[in-house]
């Protein structure tokens, strides 16, 4: 199983940008959860946003809360993570993060590579 991250860059201040999740690599899959974590120079890794099943349970940091929105993607195992009201305090580099059922392995937390983002004001 892989987790495949896109989009990201850089924007100014009260800018929009989005990343996307691909989860692939198992012929059928179930995403237990999928979301997405940021390291910020300087600073450990922390949860932005994510989706839990059952139930699709949303979470988001407090910093985030009203400016990103995370959802399913319309390609099935996908998760879009939509950023507007961007400030330079959101600059990181983004990770997506997953807990995914397979047959062969059960359910396991995999990451996929960071994706930069860069907001300057």
């Known amino acids: 199983v892989q ?17 996307s999740c691909e989860v692939s690599g198992s012929t059928f899959t179930v995403v237990n959860r999928i979301g997405w974590y940021r390291e910020r120079p300087g600073q450990q890794r922390e949860l932005v946003a994510k989706i ?3 139930g699709e349970r949303i979470a988001y940091a407090e910093s985030v809360k009203g400016r990103f929105t995370i959802s399913r993607g319309s390609i099935e195992n996908t998760a879009l993570l939509q950023m507007s009201d961007l400030k330079p305090e959101d600059t990181a580099v983004y990770y997506c993060e997953g807990n995914i059922y ?3 392995q059960g359910s396991v937390d ?3 590579q960071g994706t930069q983002v860069t907001v300057s004001s």
């Open 3 to 19: 987790l495949q991250a896109s989009g990201g860059g850089s924007v100014q201040t009260g800018g929009y940008l989005s990343l």
């Open 110 to 112: 995999y990451w996929g």
């Open 102 to 104: 397979t047959r062969a």
């Open 52 to 54: 839990v099943r059952p």
